[in-house]
T-cell receptor, first 111, second 119 residues
Framework: RKEVEQDPGPFNVPEGATVAFNCTYS??????FFWYRQDCRKEPKLLMS???SGNEDGRFTAQLNRASQYISLLIRDSKLSDSATYLC????????????FGSGTRLQVQP | DAGVTQSPTHLIKTRGQQVTLRCSPK?????VSWYQQALGQGPQFIFQ???????QRGNFPDRFSGHQFPNYSSELNVNALLLGDSALYLC??????????????????FGPGTRLTVT
């Protein structure tokens, strides 16, 4: 079983739609969580950190449920430019805290 | 302010050969991590260098080795290349802002990667 699991998609949604991605993690020692965005053949870029209290950045809302070991990302009012792969990432509280990535969920926003 | 840079951009090697990839961290960063990303997968952690030493290592064989230089730049070396080593190799840099803190979440900035093809 992978440490971080995501639905690979693709999610095909029309512009303006709301889309939600889910992610589960198996290592309860993971302390921090992030969502990264990766465009085709580009490097991953940090989208947002995820906190138990939930956090929002514009159209993006992320939520962490430690009891269920579940992380979510909600994108409201989807734009064409949101088309990308979204990577769910965990970070343990050991050593220099390597990032553990899920396989990513592909989103395609259509006009 | 220069971001993370990697060289070369693309590389084609034959099975059994050796390869060296290079990374220069973002200005002011002192920690370099290397990741391997196979097609359709998320990046997998190879190892991390800080103060010129390997500090943490993922589940990769000894064929994968690295080095960090006094200027914080880093190299990733892969010996005896296999077809399965074909991937995008990503370097990420970061800064431990408070080394005394038990835990300090910090952002890792990724370079554009080196795409390695082994034939």
């Amino acid at each position: 079983r992978k440490e971080v699991e995501q639905d690979p998609g693709p999610f095909n949604v029309p512009e303006g739609a709301t889309v939600a991605f889910n992610c589960t993690y198996s290592n309860s020692a993971s302390q921090s969580f992030f969502w990264y965005r990766q465009d085709c053949r580009k490097e991953p870029k940090l989208l947002m950190s995820v906190y138990s209290s939930g956090n929002e950045d514009g159209r993006f809302t992320a939520q962490l449920n430690r009891a269920s070991q579940y992380i979510s990302l909600l994108i409201r009012d989807s734009k064409l430019s949101d088309s990308a792969t979204y990577l769910c990432v965990g970070q343990m509280d050991t050593g220099r805290r390597a990032l553990t990535f899920g396989s990513g969920t592909r989103l395609q926003v259509q006009p | 302010d220069a971001g993370v840079t990697q060289s070369p951009t693309h590389l084609i090697k034959t099975r059994g050969q050796q390869v060296t990839l290079r990374c220069s961290p973002k200005s002011g960063h002192d920690t370099v991590s290397w990741y391997q990303q196979a097609l359709g997968q998320g990046p997998q952690f190879i190892f991390q260098y800080y103060e010129e030493e390997e500090r943490q290592r993922g589940n990769f064989p000894d064929r994968f080795s690295g080095h960090q230089f006094p200027n914080y730049s880093s190299e990733l070396n892969v010996n005896a290349l296999l077809l399965g080593d074909s991937a995008l190799y990503l370097c990420a840099s970061s800064l431990i802002a408070n080394r005394a803190a038990k835990f300090d979440p910090y952002e890792q900035y990724f370079g554009p990667g080196t795409r390695l093809t082994v034939t």
